[in-house]
């Protein structure tokens, strides 16, 4: 079974530019998940869908963070324009069910805003 | 006060003792927690869950809940040095969905 994939694994970009994510789910999965992870400290939810409609974007900065789920499976995230404090790994994953259902990450993608 | 709260080490622990990681939350309601693993450089993997009061044992891995004092432990027996690895404990605050909250994760170090 193929797992979480992600892209671009390394983004380096000047603040106020804008860059996008992009995360395909473990196949069958309904449940997508957009975390960031600051040096540090543990992953924070951004946002979560389930099937193509949004759960909780509850802590997503929406006057710059965007995200959206394709047709149920493939996900963007995108900055715009991106901050200093930005600068974060952004983790996507997925689960087949809710609660005690496990989630798996895929390997995520640094973003470092100079 | 952090939802969740671990101490962010680094602890440090001989190989083949125990090694043991704590953590607190805050919301009373939460009913389900998670330990991850996660390796430098990597996302984390989960190990294991527990949603009731006691212990859960897998392999060399056991999970502790005390929901009346509001705290999750973690207990590695045999530590190896594949173990090195920051441990995140996570709490379950959704309902019906699964919306986890990360602590900050502790530094654990197996020395040989």
């Known amino acids: 079974e193929a797992g979480v994939a992600q892209s671009p694994r390394y983004k380096i970009i000047e603040k106020r530019q804008s860059v996008a994510f992009w995360c395909n789910p473990i196949s069958g999965h309904a449940t997508l998940y957009w975390y960031q992870q600051i040096l540090g400290q543990g992953p924070k939810l951004l946002i979560q869908?389930?099937?193509?409609?949004?759960?909780?974007d509850s802590q997503l900065p929406k006057d710059r963070f965007s995200a959206e789920r394709l047709k149920g499976v493939d996900s963007t995230l995108k900055i715009q324009p991106a901050k200093l404090e930005d600068s974060a790994v952004y983790l996507c994953a997925s689960s087949s069910g809710p609660i005690l259902y496990e989630q798996y990450f895929g390997p995520g993608t640094r973003l470092t805003v100079t | 006060q952090k939802e969740v709260e671990q101490n962010s080490g680094p602890l440090s622990v001989p190989e083949g003792a125990i090694a043991s990681l704590n953590c607190t939350y805050s919301d009373r309601g939460s009913q389900s927690f998670f330990w991850y693993r996660q390796y430098s450089g990597k996302s984390p993997e989960l190990i294991m869950f527990i949603y009731s009061n006691g212990d859960k044992e897998d392999g060399r891995f056991t999970a502790q809940l005390n929901k009346a004092s509001q705290y999750v432990s973690l207990l590695i027996r045999d530590s190896q040095p594949s173990d090195s690895a920051t441990y995140l404990c996570a709490v379950n605050r959704g309902q019906g969905a699964q919306k986890l909250v990360f602590g900050q994760g502790t530094r654990l170090t197996i020395n040989p």
């Open positions: 869908f389930q099937n193509n409609g949004v759960v909780d």
